[in-house]
């Protein structure tokens, strides 16, 4: 008696190359990605182009003119506006003025920033008021705080200078904006009660990030406050401390609102930054050639520490958070 329970393979046919088999599926996902991709990429290319790119041409083009600013540039003087920059002791001061409230920056606003990020992410009775209080100063405009700032401290009649006096230290109040001395230092105070609430923030979203389990490793194994955060904080912190380094630094570079406002770079020129220099020239003396070239030596120290920070500061930031993008596919 024969089985008639032989089980019998169907044969499967490979399909062909080109018949619209699966072979053609991952490439139509393909196209449908980068054409996906190009819709949403060239509407923000070509504003760019608009209004970044093709101004920094514009100004590049027109700093090799002696242009005031009326009709078109005709006046070609080739080189001679970046030169003049280079004999210029007002820009030359503007760069040690710069590099100068960088180094307050980095030096003095960043760390106070982040022991109120520490101390913030702590459990205390009204934090989260603390925080609203520490960061309204930065979500106040540039002009609300330089007007604000120079009623204050203005001579004799201003809060600054009355505080003082009532607790008996009168002597350390005086001409805050208008003593040569002094005003870049006041100009400091300002910026940092503006600007290091957001650097706490900052620095917050990065501490809510840092594993509590490893802080409390740590304890058990007998690991002190400062040993914990030396070995543990700041390590973990180390990607937000650098975006904020970056951050600081480059709105030192375009520093103007605040300036401009409170002192307008006086007393001769001891406040004044590149940004008021080129507003200086470019508006009040109507030489916008010259103040292209101090746009473009601006643009070009920016691009310069951008491309510099990138390529060894966050390089090993940026290549992190790649191979987490290849593994997560």
């Excluded at 949403?40 to 504003?47: C, E, K, N, Y």
């Excluded at 520490?134 to 700032?149: C, D, M, R």
């Excluded at 030596?297 to 691009?303: E, T």
Aim: proline share 5%; hydrophobic share 50%.
């Amino acid at each position: 008696m024969t089985s008639t329970g032989t089980h019998h393979e169907r044969p499967v046919l490979a399909e062909k190359p080109g018949t619209g088999g699966p072979n053609r599926r991952p490439l139509a996902r393909r196209a449908r990605d980068w054409l996906t991709a190009f819709t949403f990429t060239v509407p923000a290319l070509v504003l760019f182009g608009l209004l970044v790119f093709t101004p920094i041409l514009y100004a590049l083009y027109v700093s090799f003119f002696n242009w005031g600013g009326f009709g078109a540039p005709s006046d070609f003087v080739g080189a001679d506006n970046y030169t003049r920059l280079l004999d210029d002791p007002v820009f030359l001061g503007d760069l040690w003025r710069g590099l100068l409230l960088i180094l307050l920056s980095v030096g003095i606003q960043l760390p106070f920033a982040l022991a109120m990020a520490v101390l913030l992410n702590q459990k205390l009775r009204g934090r989260a008021f603390y925080r609203m209080l520490f960061f309204a100063p930065y979500v106040l405009s540039e002009v609300i705080t330089g007007v604000l700032f120079s009623m204050i401290f203005a001579p004799d009649e201003g809060l600054a200078d009355r505080t003082l006096g009532a607790i008996g230290l009168d002597g350390l109040g005086g001409l805050w904006f208008a003593d040569q001395d002094n005003v870049l230092a006041t100009v400091f105070l300002v910026m940092m009660w503006k600007y290091f609430g957001f650097h706490m923030m900052l620095y917050l979203a990065g501490l809510q990030g840092v594993p509590a389990e490893l802080h409390e490793a740590a304890r058990i194994d007998g690991a002190g406050p400062w040993q914990r955060f030396r070995h543990i904080t700041l390590p973990l912190l180390g990607p937000t401390i650098r975006i904020s380094v970056f951050l600081s630094v480059i709105g030192a570079i375009q520093l103007f609102d605040l300036v401009w406002v409170m002192t307008q770079g006086g007393p001769d020129h001891h406040s004044e930054t590149m940004a008021v220099t080129l507003f200086q020239f470019g508006f009040k003396r109507y030489q916008i050639g010259y103040a292209s070239a101090i746009s473009i030596a601006m643009f070009l120290i920016s691009l310069v520490f951008a491309l510099a920070y990138q390529r060894f500061v966050l390089r090993r930031d940026t290549e992190g958070a790649l191979t987490s993008m290849r593994g997560n596919r």
